[in-house]
């Protein structure tokens, strides 16, 4: 199937840094959404972006929806231990059905005090 | 409280043997969905029901079978014919209108030995 090219997969910073990661793809998406997964549990949605070049805040996370709609960027600022986690893009391919996700492979967030 | 529940966290199975995991919903949400997660890759969409009794494969359906019987409830079975069954399984919904915004389950750890 079509794959989301996530970077980087993994980030060592430490507390305070701010964060950034961003998914690509070669084909055109019609809705990015980032989510949060700690160890064995399921993802927690964070953000959703629905509009070539939307910038959406959630806290200390910011993310875009890429004027290309190829690609978005998730920023985390001051970030802090809890922020440990793996964070994933995921979108809605143009032409697929709907509610049929893609997922990028994940970046492996860790954070040091 | 409203949410997601898949039920047991852990599974254990010998192969050759098929299993059923439980995902249940109190959010009222039309649609519901199967994923697997391998380490150190995204998730990927085994199947998915945007409406009761009705039910589509995702991109790696082989393997498993689900049915609809009920809005709240989505079981997946994974038979002696998917070949690496031990994963994590990760059940979903969403808000009708809201196909996009998935919410996820817990999640269950199947080993198969």
């Known amino acids: 199937g079509q794959q989301l090219n996530q970077s980087p997969q993994s980030m060592f910073i430490q507390e305070g840094e701010d964060v950034s990661m961003n998914c690509t793809s070669s084909?055109?998406?019609?809705?990015w959404l980032w989510y949060k997964q700690d160890p064995g549990e399921g993802p927690v949605l964070l953000i959703a972006l629905y509009k070539a070049g939307e910038l959406t805040s959630n806290g200390r996370l910011t993310a875009q929806f890429g004027i290309t709609r190829k690609d978005s960027f998730l920023n985390i600022s001051a970030s802090i231990p809890s922020d440990v986690g793996i964070y994933f893009c995921a979108g809605q391919l143009r032409g697929t059905s709907y509610g049929k996700l893609t997922f990028g492979q994940g970046t492996i967030l860790t954070v040091h005090p | 409280d409203g949410g997601i529940t898949q039920s047991p966290k852990y599974l254990f199975r010998k192969e050759g043997q098929n299993v059923t995991l439980s995902c249940e919903q109190n959010?009222?949400?039309?649609?519901m969905y199967w994923y697997r997660q391998d380490p150190g890759q995204g998730l990927r969409l085994i199947y998915y029901?945007?409406?009761?009794?009705?039910?589509q494969k995702g991109d790696i359906a082989e393997g498993y079978s689900v049915s609809r019987e009920k809005k709240e409830s989505f079981p997946l079975t994974v038979t002696s014919a998917q070949k690496n069954p031990t994963a994590f399984y990760l059940c979903?919904?969403?808000?009708?209108?809201?196909?996009?915004?998935?919410?996820f389950g817990p999640g269950t750890r199947l080993t198969v030995t």
């Open positions: 979903a919904s969403t808000e009708t209108g809201q196909y996009h915004e998935q919410y």
């Open positions: 029901s945007q409406i009761v009794n009705d039910f």
């Open positions: 959010l009222n949400h039309d649609a």
């Open positions: 084909s055109i998406f019609n809705t």
